[in-house]
C-alpha cells in the first residue's frame, strides 16, 4: 500500500495523506481520522526515505570513531546511542579505523544519506597540526549539515565542539600522587601529535614542576595508547637503574600494559611502584589492582553531543564549545610511598 492508495481509498489528495503522516494541523479532523483508520486497518509503515524527503529530516545522525573495540569509545556512543533514541533518533556508527581516507569516504556518505548531523572524535580531529587538505573536507561537509567534534579541535574549522577537560584531570592525578607522598613519577603512552597525548603531557610536565616533582627525560616513553603499547614503553622505562616511585599513563589501555609488565619483572603494585590511567574503562575495575583514573564521564559525553546536533538540526542557537569535567576515580593502584627512592 502507498500514500496514493489511501489516498484513493479515503477520498482525499495524496498531499491531505502526507500532512496527516508529518502531523501537521491543516487537516479537518474528519479527513485526519478517516486515513488514520485507514493506516492502521493496513498496517501501513511510511518509508523512511520517503518521508525524509517530505520532512526534510532523516531522524538519523551519523557518528566517526576511530576504533569501536576500545571501550572509551564505544562506551561514548552506546551512551549517545540511547539518548538519541529517547529522541526519536537513529545513529548510524562508521569505524574509520584510525585512516583518514575511510574517514573521508564515511562523510561523503552520510552527507548523501541525508543524515540531520555528524559527531566525529578521534582521527583528523586529535591531530595537534591540522592538515589543510583534512580541514577543507570538514568545513564542506559543515555547509551542508551540523557538525560536532568530540574531545578534538580542527585549526580554521569553527565547528561546535564537546569536550572533556583532560589537563584538569592529570592535574588531579598530580596532586593525588603528590599527597601520597610521590615525588618521582614518570608518564608512558601517546603519540606526539595527537592531542590526546599532547594536552596530558603537557599538563603533567606544567604539574610536575609546580609541585617540585622530578621527572626524568627517560622516565617520559611516548608509545601509542594500546595494552601492547604499554607493555613496551613500562619495560624501557623499567629498564633504567634509577626508577620513579609512580607512573602515569595516557590512557586505561596503555595502564593496563604498565600493569602487567610491572608484574612479570617481579615488582608488586602499588607496594613496589604505583601506576594510574586515564579514561575509567570498565577494564580498570576487573584487574588486580584495580587502576585508580580519571573519568571522562562518558555519559554526558555522549548526551551532551546529540543535544547539540539536534539542537543545530532544528535550528537553535547551541553554544560553541561546552566542556565537560573529568573526576579523580580512587582505586587500589597507588600506594603511600615508603621507599627510600
Same mark, same amino acid.
Given at each position: 500500500?502507498?500514500?496514493?492508495?489511501?489516498?484513493?481509498?479515503?477520498?482525499?489528495?495524496?498531499?491531505?495523506?502526507?500532512?496527516?503522516?508529518?502531523?501537521?494541523?491543516?487537516?479537518?479532523?474528519?479527513?485526519?481520522?478517516?486515513?488514520?483508520?485507514?493506516?492502521?486497518? /493496513?498496517?501501513?509503515?511510511?518509508?523512511?526515505?520517503?518521508?525524509?524527503?517530505?520532512?526534510?529530516?532523516?531522524?538519523?545522525?551519523?557518528?566517526?570513531?576511530?576504533?569501536?573495540? /576500545?571501550?572509551?569509545?564505544?562506551?561514548?556512543?552506546?551512551?549517545?546511542?540511547?539518548?538519541?533514541?529517547?529522541?526519536?533518533?537513529?545513529?548510524?556508527?562508521? /569505524?574509520?579505523?584510525?585512516?583518514?581516507?575511510?574517514?573521508?569516504?564515511?562523510?561523503?556518505?552520510?552527507?548523501?544519506?541525508?543524515?540531520?548531523?555528524?559527531?566525529?572524535?578521534?582521527?583528523?580531529?586529535?591531530?595537534?597540526?591540522?592538515?589543510?587538505?583534512?580541514?577543507?573536507?570538514?568545513?564542506?561537509?559543515?555547509?551542508?549539515?551540523?557538525?560536532?567534534?568530540?574531545?578534538?579541535?580542527?585549526?580554521?574549522?569553527?565547528?561546535?565542539?564537546?569536550?572533556?577537560?583532560?589537563?584538569?584531570?592529570?592535574?588531579?592525578?598530580?596532586?593525588?600522587?603528590?599527597?601520597?607522598?610521590?615525588?618521582?613519577?614518570?608518564?608512558?603512552?601517546?603519540?606526539?601529535?595527537?592531542?590526546?597525548?599532547?594536552?596530558?603531557?603537557?599538563?603533567?610536565?606544567?604539574?610536575?614542576?609546580?609541585?617540585?616533582?622530578?621527572?626524568?627525560?627517560?622516565?617520559?616513553?611516548?608509545?601509542?595508547?594500546?595494552?601492547?603499547?604499554?607493555?613496551?614503553?613500562?619495560?624501557?622505562?623499567?629498564?633504567?637503574?634509577?626508577?620513579?616511585?609512580?607512573?602515569?599513563?595516557?590512557?586505561?589501555?596503555?595502564?593496563?600494559?604498565?600493569?602487567?609488565?610491572?608484574?612479570?619483572?617481579?615488582?608488586?603494585?602499588?607496594?613496589?611502584?604505583?601506576?594510574?590511567?586515564?579514561?575509567?574503562?570498565?577494564?580498570?575495575?576487573?584487574?588486580?589492582?584495580?587502576?585508580?583514573?580519571?573519568?571522562?564521564?562518558?555519559?554526558?559525553?555522549?548526551?551532551?553531543?546529540?543535544?547539540?546536533?539536534?539542537?543545530?538540526?532544528?535550528?537553535?542557537?547551541?553554544?560553541?564549545?561546552?566542556?565537560?569535567?573529568?573526576?579523580?576515580?580512587?582505586?587500589?593502584?597507588?600506594?603511600?610511598?615508603?621507599?627510600?627512592?
Amino acid at each position: 500500500m502507498t500514500v496514493y492508495d489511501i489516498a484513493k481509498e479515503a477520498g482525499v489528495s495524496p498531499s491531505t495523506v502526507s500532512r496527516v503522516l508529518t502531523g501537521n494541523a491543516k487537516v479537518s479532523r474528519e479527513k485526519a481520522e478517516k486515513v488514520r483508520a485507514i493506516i492502521k486497518k /493496513n498496517n501501513f509503515k511510511p518509508n523512511a526515505i520517503a518521508r525524509s524527503l517530505i520532512t526534510r529530516e532523516s531522524r538519523m545522525i551519523g557518528v566517526i570513531l576511530p576504533d569501536i573495540t /576500545n571501550p572509551f569509545f564505544a562506551s561514548v556512543f552506546l551512551e549517545a546511542e540511547n539518548y538519541a533514541m529517547s529522541l526519536g533518533y537513529s545513529l548510524l556508527l562508521c /569505524n574509520s579505523m584510525g585512516k583518514t581516507d575511510i574517514e573521508s569516504m564515511y562523510l561523503r556518505i552520510l552527507v548523501e544519506k541525508k543524515v540531520d548531523g555528524i559527531i566525529m572524535a578521534g582521527g583528523r580531529v586529535n591531530d595537534t597540526k591540522t592538515i589543510k587538505e583534512h580541514a577543507d573536507e570538514v568545513i564542506e561537509v559543515m555547509e551542508q549539515v551540523p557538525f560536532v567534534i568530540v574531545n578534538g579541535k580542527m585549526t580554521g574549522v569553527d565547528s561546535h565542539r564537546v569536550y572533556t577537560d583532560e589537563a584538569h584531570g592529570i592535574e588531579q592525578l598530580v596532586d593525588y600522587l603528590y599527597r601520597l607522598g610521590h615525588r618521582r613519577i614518570g608518564f608512558i603512552g601517546g603519540v606526539k601529535g595527537i592531542t590526546a597525548m599532547d594536552i596530558k603531557l603537557k599538563a603533567f610536565l606544567d604539574s610536575a614542576k609546580e609541585y617540585g616533582i622530578e621527572c626524568k627525560n627517560e622516565w617520559i616513553v611516548p608509545g601509542s595508547f594500546s595494552i601492547e603499547s604499554g607493555i613496551e614503553s613500562m619495560n624501557e622505562l623499567l629498564s633504567n637503574r634509577d626508577l620513579p616511585t609512580a607512573v602515569m599513563s595516557v590512557n586505561d589501555f596503555t595502564a593496563l600494559g604498565a600493569l602487567k609488565a610491572a608484574t612479570k619483572r617481579g615488582f608488586v603494585v602499588p607496594d613496589d611502584i604505583s601506576i594510574t590511567g586515564f579514561d575509567d574503562i570498565y577494564l580498570t575495575d576487573i584487574m588486580t589492582p584495580a587502576i585508580t583514573t580519571v573519568s571522562q564521564n562518558m555519559m554526558q559525553i555522549g548526551r551532551t553531543a546529540v543535544d547539540v546536533v539536534v539542537n543545530l538540526a532544528n535550528g537553535n542557537k547551541v553554544k560553541k564549545n561546552q566542556c565537560i569535567k573529568t573526576s579523580l576515580v580512587i582505586k587500589d593502584s597507588c600506594a603511600i610511598n615508603s621507599s627510600k627512592r
